[in-house]
């Protein structure tokens, strides 16, 4: 009987950006992501490259490991740049829910203690308003900043156990609550997935 092509032995001690990095490695021309909407594709070279680029950047705006940065943006291959561009960067990903309404976003911003929210034009006014401390909160749009023309990797050091993923609970029964999740605990949830749906290249 053959082995199977996947185990979940094979992300211990995994990061994500040692993952975006070995399949970058690996296959930097295969197809990572594509758009359904647009049919605009990603390779793993140019997730790498789009992920390296973002990290540089919030590590040159003075965040330190393990910091959060909130993400507000409607789906697309932006929004999964941003959210892995932040975890491969040693950063902790805050999911900012755009359709929540302004008191729970205030909530999650001040909770959050997220210094910095990363957005797009669309989703800016909501977040300006919602801001519980318009000085604490810088807001960036993605579309201003550069992310190409990089080739190094940021010079923090991460590990599995870092935290890399905040969420928050609907808070139906009160104020939402947030959840973290480090590095390895979404790579074995990502892991998970592979094997109860039997998925391949």
């Known amino acids: 009987m053959s082995e199977p092509a996947f185990n979940l032995q094979s992300l211990e001690g995994q990061t994500v950006r040692g993952l975006i990095d070995h399949w970058a490695d690996e296959k930097p021309s295969a197809t990572y992501l594509i758009d359904p909407k647009s049919g605009e594709t990603t390779s793993f070279f140019e997730l790498q490259q789009r992920c390296r680029a973002l990290s540089l950047h919030l590590e040159g705006a003075g965040l330190t490991s393990g910091e959060t940065v909130g993400y507000a943006f409607n ?20 999911a900012i829910n755009l359709v929540s309404g ?6 999650v911003l001040n909770h959050s203690a997220a210094k910095l929210v990363l957005c797009e034009e669309k989703t800016l006014p909501l977040l300006t308003q919602a801001a519980p401390e318009k000085d604490v909160t810088d807001f960036w749009l993605l579309e201003n900043l550069n992310l190409t023309d990089v080739a190094e990797a940021p010079s923090n050091i991460i590990n ?17 609550k947030g959840v973290v999740h480090a590095q390895a605990s979404l790579l074995a949830g990502g892991g998970n997935t592979v094997l109860a749906h039997g998925l391949t290249e």
Do not use: E, F, R
């Open 75 to 94: 789906n697309g291959v932006d929004a999964a740049v941003a959210i892995l561009a932040i975890m491969y960067g040693g950063y902790t990903a805050t």
């Open 102 to 107: 302004k008191q729970t976003i205030s909530h």
């Open 160 to 176: 599995a156990q870092d935290d890399a993923l905040l969420m928050y609970t609907s808070g139906t029964t009160g104020v939402p």
